[in-house]
């Protein structure tokens, strides 16, 4: 069944780059689009970008100056590099399986990632 | 971008009862192909969300007929009938018509 899973450092230093992975089984990144997103504590949900089947991306422009996604499809990984942290950007941050038609189908279980010193 | 609105932000439900959830869109999502890109998904507390409804009204894989969802446009509601103890939890619209997608800020669904 379709599976994914985040992982990365749940504590990053202000001004530092977070790097976060997302690891899928059950479906071929080369013909599924997946998506980041995230969710401040108590707070909603924020697209973050998209890495689509085909290798392009999609940013959402409130921080695309800071982020970029990419993807190892022979490991099934996708990657978020963001950088230049700061303590808004403290939140749990999701990886989702995202299709034109039905939106984002699966999602992973998340991982929380704290800005601070 | 889209700016997706809800109502109410909580709501208080007896269990078997009937409620609904309305998401309220800042323009049409109605896309240039004729599709309406609007879901729900419900986040159960500690958990990441979860997809309950696509393209308005179509049930994702393994939802319950319990939950439907209806409305065009800009104007969409999302019944709940015969409420159980598993349906509590926040639940969010949100669009994939126009980039970015974007989400409702969200109804709290809690037991009275």
């Known amino acids: 069944q379709v599976q994914l899973k985040e992982s990365g450092p749940g504590l990053v230093q202000p001004s530092q780059t977070l790097s976060l992975t997302c690891t899928v089984s059950g479906l071929s990144l080369t013909s599924n689009s997946v998506s980041w997103i995230r969710q401040p504590p108590g707070k909603g949900l924020e697209w973050m970008g998209v890495?689509?089947?085909?290798?392009?991306?999609d940013y959402n422009s409130a921080i695309k100056s800071r982020l970029s996604i990419s993807r190892d499809t022979s490991k099934s990984q996708v990657f978020l590099k963001m950088n230049s942290l700061q303590t808004e950007d403290t939140a749990m941050y999701f990886c989702a399986r995202i299709r034109i038609t039905t939106g984002f189908d699966y999602w992973g279980q998340g991982v929380m990632v704290t800005v601070s010193s | 971008d889209v700016v997706m609105t809800q109502t109410p932000v909580s709501l208080s439900v007896s269990l078997g009862g009937q409620v609904s959830i309305s998401c309220r869109s800042s323009?049409?999502?109605?896309?240039?192909?004729?599709?309406?890109?609007l879901s729900w998904y419900l986040q159960k507390p500690g958990q990441s969300p979860q997809l309950l409804i696509y393209k308005v009204s179509n049930r994702f894989s393994g939802i319950s007929d319990r939950f439907s969802g209806s409305g065009s446009g800009t104007d969409f509601t999302l019944k709940i009938s015969r409420v159980e103890p598993d349906d509590l939890g926040v639940y969010y619209c949100?669009?994939?018509?126009?980039?970015?997608?974007?989400f409702g800020a969200g109804t709290k669904l809690e037991l009275k």
């Open positions: 949100g669009q994939g018509t126009q980039y970015p997608p974007t």
């Open positions: 890495i689509w089947s085909n290798g392009g991306t």
């Open positions: 323009q049409s999502l109605v896309h240039n192909n004729g599709n309406t890109y």
